[in-house]
C-alpha cells in the first residue's frame, strides 16, 4: 500500500485528512441536530459533539489555515507525524458514516477531499466555505436526509454515543499534544517573540486552552512581559511564624489594604476584609534562591531578579489553572529572611491545608488508597504538569511526593480531590540555565528523590534531574508506598555491617530500579514499569537538548501512564 505522506507530502497529508474529518464531523452533528425533536439526552450528545467539533476548527485555524504554524513549516515533523496519526484515527472511526454522506449531503460531496478532488492534496485548509454555515445549535435547516433511508442510523442512539466517545478520545490525545508541539515550534521559529504576540492575540488559541502556555513562553523571552509588581504590603498578611514541619504550606490571611490596627491570626472575630489563603516560604538563603548576582536578592522586585521571574511564572501559570494555585503576590520578611508566597484556594475546594501526595500514600487506611484508574490518572496528571514546566525552560528542583497537594472536596473535608493534584514547593525553582547552587541534600528523605549527579552535586541541575525525581514519585504512586518505606524496606534486609555505612546516591538510585524492575509490572503493567524505569535510568539524556524533546517525553513516558497502555 502506498503511504499517503510519502505520495503527497506531510503538509497536504494533513490537511487533506483533517478536511475530511471536519466535514464529516459536521454532518454528523447535523443528523443529531434535526433528530432530536425535545430527546433531552440527544440534546446532550448535540451540544458535546460541538463542543469537539468547536475544538477541532480552532486547531485547524491555528495550524492549517494560510500561514498557520504547518503551512509555514514551522512543526517539527515528528509532531507533525503525531498530529496527523490522531485525524487518520478520528477519520477511520468516522468510516461508517462516509457512504451515507456521500450519498445525502450536498455539503458532503462539495467539500470531502475525498469526493471532490479539487479539495485533496492542498498544503492549507480554507475555512471561507463555511463561514456562512456555522456550527449551532439553534440551527433551523431543513434536515439534509431521507428519514426513511436514514432510519436505521438515527434510531441508534448507540452509534452516535460510540462516535462521541471517539472523538472526544482522539481530540484529547490533541489536547495533550497541542502545547508541546508549539513549544516545540517556537523552537525552530526565528521570528520568536513576534509569533507569540500574534498568536497571543488570537482568539482561537484561548478556544484551544492554549493562552496560559503561550503567556508562559512570552514570559520565558522576556522577563520584562510580565511588568507588574507582585510585591504585597507586609501588612495585609498574617500568617503564622513557621509551617507544621511535614507541611509545606500553611494557612493565613491576606487583606486587600493594611490594617489600621494589628490583628491576632486565627481570631475569633474575622476582620474585615480578609480572606483565608496559603502561605509558602522561600529562604533568602542563596542555596535556594540563586541570583545572577548577589545583590539581586537584596533589591527584589526588578523584573530581572529571581524572585520576580518566579513570582511572574507562579502568577501565569495559577492564573491559567496549570495545575499550580492561584499566586496572590509575595511578601518581603527580612527580619525572617524569607519570602513569603501567598496562593489561594481552588475555587471549588475546602479551605483547610491540602494533604500531600506523600502523607496520603504513607496513611495507614484503604479509604487513603487509590484505584487504579486513580493512580494512572495521577500519575500522567503530575507528569503533564512538569512538562509544561519545562517547555518554559524551568526547572522545579524539588519534585517529590511532598510537593504535590490534594484538597478536600467542599462539602466533605475528608473527601479528596483526587483528580486535581496540585504542585507546590518551588523554593529552589529557576530557569534552566540560570546559575545553579551545588549544595548537598543532608535530609535523608529528600535525598532519596535527589539524582547522583545531584547528591553529593558535580554537574548543573538540569530537567533531566527533575525526571529522575519524577520517576521516584510515579514508583511510589505504582507501589503505593512511600520512597522512605521502600528504602526501609531494603535496608531490613542488610547485614548489620553494611546497616552502619551511610549509602551512596548511586546505592538509592539502585534500589528505586530495582523495586521498579522487580515489583511494579505486576502492580501497574509493563507500560508504566517502562516509563518508570526511564526516568530513573537517565534514558531520555541524549535527547534532552533535542527541539522535540517534549515528543519524546510525552511519547516515551506519558503515553505509557494511560492505563490503556497497560494492556
Known amino acids: 500500500m502506498t503511504d499517503p505522506i510519502s505520495a503527497i507530502g506531510l503538509a497536504a497529508t494533513v490537511c487533506t485528512t483533517f478536511r475530511e474529518v471536519y466535514v464529516i464531523g459536521r454532518f454528523i452533528y447535523n443528523t443529531i441536530e434535526h433528530v432530536k425533536k425535545g430527546d433531552t439526552e440527544r440534546e446532550d450528545l448535540q451540544v458535546e459533539f460541538m463542543n469537539e467539533m468547536l475544538y477541532l476548527e480552532s486547531f485547524g485555524r491555528i495550524y492549517l489555515s494560510k500561514g498557520g504554524i504547518m503551512s509555514d513549516e514551522g512543526l517539527d515533523e515528528r509532531w507533525a507525524k503525531q498530529i496527523y496519526a490522531v485525524l487518520e484515527r478520528l477519520q477511520k472511526h468516522s468510516a461508517s458514516f462516509q457512504n451515507i454522506a456521500a450519498y445525502e449531503d450536498p455539503e458532503y460531496q462539495a467539500e470531502s477531499p475525498y469526493q471532490n478532488p479539487k479539495k485533496s492534496n492542498l498544503n492549507y485548509m480554507d475555512f471561507g466555505t463555511f463561514e456562512d454555515k456555522p456550527l449551532s445549535p439553534k440551527s433551523a435547516k431543513k434536515p439534509i436526509y431521507n428519514r426513511k433511508s436514514w432510519r436505521w442510523a438515527l434510531l441508534d442512539r448507540r452509534k452516535y454515543e460510540d462516535i462521541l466517545a471517539k472523538f472526544q478520545k482522539w481530540v484529547g490525545k490533541l489536547k495533550d499534544l497541542l502545547p508541546l508541539s508549539i513549544a516545540s515550534s517556537l523552537k525552530r521559529d526565528r521570528r520568536g517573540s513576534s509569533t507569540l504576540e500574534a498568536l497571543s492575540k488570537n482568539e482561537n488559541v484561548k478556544n484551544l486552552g492554549l493562552e496560559g502556555h503561550v503567556q508562559l513562553w512570552q514570559l520565558m523571552l522576556d522577563p520584562a512581559f510580565q511588568e507588574r509588581s507582585l510585591e504585597l504590603d507586609v501588612r495585609v498578611l498574617e500568617a503564622p511564624s513557621n509551617l507544621p514541619e511535614d507541611s509545606a504550606l500553611g ?8 490594617p489600621k490596627q494589628k490583628f491576632q491570626l486565627f481570631n475569633s472575630r474575622e476582620p474585615e476584609g480578609k480572606t483565608k489563603v496559603l502561605v509558602e516560604y522561600k529562604s533568602e538563603d542563596p542555596n535556594a534562591l540563586p541570583a545572577t548576582q548577589s545583590s539581586e536578592v537584596q533589591n527584589p522586585g526588578k523584573v530581572d531578579d529571581p524572585i520576580h521571574r518566579l513570582a511572574s511564572l507562579l502568577s501565569l501559570s495559577g492564573k491559567y489553572d496549570l495545575r499550580t494555585l492561584s499566586f496572590k503576590g509575595y511578601v518581603h520578611q527580612p527580619k525572617e529572611k524569607r519570602y513569603a508566597f501567598v496562593f489561594g484556594f481552588p475555587e471549588t475546594a475546602h479551605r483547610s491545608v491540602p494533604i500531600s501526595l506523600n502523607a496520603l500514600i504513607a496513611t495507614d487506611s484503604i479509604r487513603s488508597q487509590l484505584s487504579l484508574p486513580d493512580r494512572f490518572s495521577m500519575a500522567q496528571t503530575i507528569t503533564r504538569t512538569l512538562a509544561a514546566f519545562h517547555s518554559a525552560n524551568w526547572v522545579h528542583k524539588s519534585i517529590r511526593s511532598q510537593s504535590f497537594v490534594l484538597f478536600s472536596k467542599p462539602e466533605d473535608e475528608r473527601s479528596r480531590m483526587i483528580k486535581s493534584p496540585y504542585l507546590i514547593n518551588f523554593e529552589y525553582s529557576r530557569q534552566e540555565k540560570a546559575n545553579t547552587v551545588l549544595a548537598s541534600i543532608e535530609n535523608l528523605e529528600q535525598s ?10 558535580a554537574y548543573p541541575f538540569t530537567k533531566i534531574h527533575d525526571i529522575y525525581a519524577l520517576g521516584v514519585v510515579l514508583l511510589e504512586i505504582g ?11 531494603y535496608r531490613a534486609r542488610m547485614t548489620e555491617t553494611a546497616k552502619a555505612q551511610q549509602l551512596t546516591s548511586r546505592q538509592i538510585k539502585a534500589i528505586m530500579v530495582d523495586a521498579a524492575k522487580n515489583r511494579l509490572s505486576h502492580h501497574m503493567g509493563p507500560a508504566y514499569t517502562t516509563a518508570v524505569l526511564k526516568c530513573l535510568r537517565d534514558e531520555l539524556e541524549e535527547y534532552a537538548e533535542d527541539a522535540d524533546f517534549p515528543i519524546i517525553f510525552q511519547t516515551e513516558i506519558v503515553e505509557n501512564l494511560d492505563i490503556k497502555a497497560a494492556g
Open 251 to 258: 494557612l493565613a490571611k491576606l487583606g486587600s489594604h493594611p
Open 448 to 457: 532519596l528523590y535527589c539524582h547522583p549527579q545531584r547528591n553529593p552535586p
Open 479 to 489: 507501589l503505593w508506598c512511600t520512597a522512605l518505606s521502600i528504602y526501609d524496606q
